[in-house]
């Protein structure tokens, strides 16, 4: 019963390699994020689609595609990979209350690109 | 641009000591949260704060959103080992996209027995 899961939760490969993350969420929330967290433990958001719509799109290379085939589902597949993609990658839901925003995170995906 | 500034950025003391922890920014925020991350997992919401001067009571740990809803803090009273981890202030800028949540860069709190 858990609320936002992803898979894998590691993940390890090569430089050059596609891969994919999934991810699905059970707290029908409308809103799904990517979000990948750096060394130093910085969260920075990727992307955010509202009912299967993309909303925000910050500066990521577009060799990160996020796909959502419906709003309780959000992937991303990752094409070309490079050293520097090594993170943990964090997927999540959020509910609007007013005009606050809660957000609810899965595990995470830890990426090493060797 | 960081949006949201916190500190201090590591924090190590012994168990039974207060602490406390600032989330701060020259913008507005319609509201913040605060989340605890420990290895391995996810942030996990402990709390939101929605109105300048609010303040807000988890047991031992207390928050405040400051009056002009630019700041927050969190306080920590008799910290326990269980209370290490990863503490992420977050928030809506105001006039912002609605759920484009901005984070912190976090404070790594470590209480030693």
């Known amino acids: 019963d858990t609320a936002v899961s992803q898979t894998p939760k590691y993940l390890v490969t090569q430089m050059g390699n596609d891969k994919s993350i999934k991810c699905e969420q059970n707290l029908g929330h409308d809103t799904m994020y990517w979000y990948k967290q750096d060394s130093k433990k910085f969260l920075k958001i990727m992307f955010s689609?509202?009912?299967?719509?993309?909303?925000i799109n910050e500066t990521v290379p577009n060799r990160f595609s996020p796909k959502s085939p419906d709003k309780a589902h959000l992937n991303l597949h990752i094409n070309s990979l490079e050293l520097g993609d090594s993170a943990v990658y964090f997927c999540a839901s959020s509910r609007v209350v007013g005009l606050n925003t809660e957000a609810f995170f899965g595990q995470g995906t830890r990426l090493t690109v060797v | 641009t960081q949006l949201l500034e916190q500190s201090p950025q590591f924090l190590s003391i012994q168990e039974g000591e207060n602490l406390t922890v600032y989330c701060n920014s020259s913008s507005v925020f319609s509201s913040l949260q605060w989340y605890r991350q420990e290895p391995g997992e996810g942030p996990v919401l402990l709390v939101t704060v929605v109105t300048g001067g609010e303040v807000k009571k988890l047991k031992r740990l207390t928050f405040q959103f400051g009056d002009a809803r630019k700041d927050s803090s969190l306080h920590i009273t008799a910290a326990q080992p269980g209370d290490t981890g990863l503490y992420l202030c977050?928030?809506?800028?105001?006039?912002?996209?609605?759920?484009?949540?901005?984070f912190g860069r976090g404070t790594q709190l470590t209480v030693w027995p």
């Open positions: 689609y509202n009912n299967k719509e993309l909303i």
């Open positions: 977050a928030g809506v800028a105001r006039g912002s996209t609605l759920g484009r949540l901005y």
